[in-house]
């Protein structure tokens, strides 16, 4: 279960690491504050991999307490559209593009509003206590 202990506190720093974005100043350092963030959410969707083939393995624990501990598909579809508008946004700031760093904006728009549909940290929590304990 170390890879469940490792994997929350990534999931946690998710949105300090997803404001970074608002607040680059210049092309050099948005093109910075993008790749962090690439980077970031590639080691999330590892992390979640990972911890979900480990949780699959466990024979002990309760159908319940696994499906606490699984990353929700909604999760990696959220992770997987910040990645997209992060390469999006990098392009668009390498071409100086006005036209897709508009269409990059609207796509990391997008990522945020899913992201609002994934459960909070305290129900996740209140999740895991009830189908774990």
Known sequence: MRAVRSGCPQIAEFAAQRATIGACDGSAMCLRSTRALRAFVKRLLGVSRRTDRAVAAEEQLADEC???????????????????????????????SAVALDSARRRLAAADEQSKTLPSSELLLERFRSGCA
């Open 66 to 96: 696994k499906q606490a501990l699984t990353t929700p598909s909604r999760a990696y579809a959220v992770f997987e559209g910040y990645d997209s508008a992060m390469l999006q946004m990098q392009r668009a700031l390498r071409a100086q």
